[in-house]
């Protein structure tokens, strides 16, 4: 029974967030609570659903303050010097002007928001891609394997919603990735290269860069080392585990909010310029806790999981890790995020354990693809119409260049994951 009405919940969660039949936070929310009342919950679904949200609140407290500490460095102009110097570096030479383009992007990806990365990368890239004829389906390639890459930071969606699911600290899940992720990005900048090279038939010596370096008034340019400074401060002290992910971007935000803008009216417009979204993806993750709450706590999941290992083979259920990485890039084609994360990563996890693996290791295989490599060319993103919007390429022609590479990059980070020892075979 319990079996049962666990894989109803999941499989009308995926039907409705995807079939577009709901928003997330409303499936997320109705589809536990009319399947526990199903279980016979009755009101000890409410004390669930508190334990549920209790168990996600830290992560997303890190995720509303990690978005208005970016937001706010973006806002006072840190990264456009970055980007200036960038362009000027790039010069002519179109491998170096690929190289820029995706280091611009990983940098820029740092708030783990596509959309800002695609806003930002792409209109700054775009002329020198058209001047020096460059196809604008390489950047687009390009931007996508470097936000993609760098969407596994502990602050992005994918990570976070993992550990949410799997009601662990975002540190504990990415720490012993870092390694693996940072071969990942290297490979993307590789890449870049070798498609940027691919683009040298071109007379460039006539061709003139624009480096635009007109600013706004809220651009601190004073404040640039010390901004960065404060972008290094927050990101080693959450890598290095001494203070919970969540204090440490509440410190950042308040120190990167009262050193740029002192007054008082200046702090409230700029915490309303991103509440919107900062709360959007808070309000997902605590409708999530209502759904974890209610499938854990009811002892759905493990009956799923009990009854999927009758039917598992061994050799199978002792490999699940694996298989999910190599799974994971192509599944953002048929998953979005919520659906995943909190549908069926928590099955996984749980079927792996009666396997005797390590529940933990599901979700970092995880990460290496579903949402992060592969969000990018996903159809189930905004962020990817954005990006193809913004640099003109079809939507075939994009997933046709992007995929394979999106895949490969996927598989380095796997198998990087696998020598480290994040994940074991």
Known sequence: MLATLGLVSILLLLYLVMAKKASPVVALIIVPVVTGLMAGLGFEAVDLITEGIKSIA??????IFAILFFGILTDAGTFRPIIQRLLKLAGNDPARVAVASALLAMIVHLDGSGAVTFLVTVPAFLPVYDQLKMKRSTLACIV????????IVPWGGPTIRAATALDISVTELFN?????????????????YRLGS????????????????TTSD??????????????????GTLISGVAPPH???????????????PSIKEQSERVNAHAKAAMLMASILFAAGCFTGILKGSGMIEAMAEAAVTYIPNWVGGHLPVITGVLAMPASLLFDPDSFYFG??????????????????????????QMTTGFPVSPLTGATFLLIGLTGVDLGEHQRKTIPYAFGISLIILIMSLLVGAITF
Not at 144 to 151: D, R, S, V
Not at 220 to 234: D, E, G, Q, S, Y
């Open 58 to 63: 830290p992560t997303g407290v890190m995720f």
């Open 198 to 213: 691919k683009e040298r038939y071109v007379d460039v010596s006539e061709v003139t860069i624009n480096t635009d370096e």
């Open 247 to 261: 204090v440490i971007f509440m410190i950042a935000f308040v120190l990167a909010l009262s050193i740029n803008y």
């Open 218 to 235: 809220l651009e601190r340019p004073k404040l640039f080392w010390v901004n960065i400074l404060l972008i290094l401060l927050a990101v």
């Open 144 to 151: 996508a394997l470097a936000a993609g890459t760098m969407n």
């Open 344 to 369: 069926v990563l928590p099955l996984l996890s749980s079927t792996s354990a009666h396997f005797g693996g390590n529940a933990i290791e599901i979700g970092r295989a995880a990460i290496t693809g």
């Open 176 to 192: 012993p990735m870092l390694i693996p992720v940072l071969i990942g990005l290297l490979s993307v900048l590789l890449l870049a």
